[in-house]
């Protein structure tokens, strides 16, 4: 089975821009959750989409948002960047039920620069 | 104060040392316990998860949670040059173990 993709793997930008990250999960899985991970604040939950509805949510600013498309596919768009908005962008999928077979896989990430 | 504290290390050990790693949290409703690996430049990989206070072993890991303390452990025995990466706990209050609490992580090194 392949394993999460993200698209693409480096990204530089200016302040001002806005980016959009694209993350397809492992298949058949239909929750996509994405975290931003910076040497200062570690690796922090941004938000969980499941069957294209936003499930959680994590403590970010409304600049931060994400949605999912009915083939589980998600995308995560950060507007206005701030220079702090430099992270490595996770996502990590799984199926989306709860028990105990549930495990988050990651994906290798998307490392934004703002300059 | 953060919810989840973790020693950031680095902590470095000679092979086949046992290795503890650590996590205190203050959150009570947290539910899931878990242990992740992250290689440089990789994303991280799920090691262990245990929701429940008492002892869950794995091969050479061994996951300790002890929720009146609230506190969690990862042992490794007979630790190997290939374990050298960071770990993170992370904790989650969903019945689902999504949403999840990192801590900041600890890097280990082991040297052969």
């Known amino acids: 089975k392949a394993g999460v993709t993200q698209t693409p793997r480096y990204l530089i930008k200016t302040r001002g821009q806005q980016v959009t990250l694209s993350c397809s999960p492992i298949s058949g899985h239909r929750s996509v959750s994405w975290y931003q991970q910076t040497p200062g604040q570690g690796l922090q939950f941004l938000f969980e989409y499941f069957s294209e509805t936003q499930r959680n949510k994590g403590n970010f600013p409304g600049r931060f948002s994400g949605r999912q498309f009915s083939n589980s596919r998600s995308e995560m768009n950060v507007s206005t960047l701030e220079l702090g908005d430099s992270a490595l962008y996770l996502c990590a999928s799984s199926s989306g039920t709860s028990g105990e077979g549930e495990t988050q896989y990651f994906g290798p990430g998307t490392r934004l620069l703002v300059l | 104060q953060k919810e989840v504290e973790q020693d950031p290390g680095p902590l470095s050990v000679p092979e086949g040392a046992i290795v503890s790693l650590n996590c205190t949290y203050s959150n009570s409703a947290f539910q899931y316990f878990m242990w992740y690996r992250q290689y440089s430049r990789k ?59 990192f801590g900041s992580g600890t890097r280990l090194q082991v040297q052969p």
Not at chain 2, 66 to 72: A, G, L
Not at chain 2, 74 to 85: M, V
Not at chain 2, 88 to 101: I, P
């Open chain 2, 43 to 101: 994303g991280p990989e799920l090691l262990m998860y245990t929701y429940s206070s008492g002892n869950k072993e794995d091969g050479r890991f061994t996951a300790q949670v002890d929720k009146s303390s609230k506190y969690i452990s990862l042992f490794i025995r007979d630790s190997q040059p290939s374990d050298s990466a960071t770990y993170l706990c992370a904790m989650s209050v969903s019945t689902g173990r999504r949403a999840l609490t």
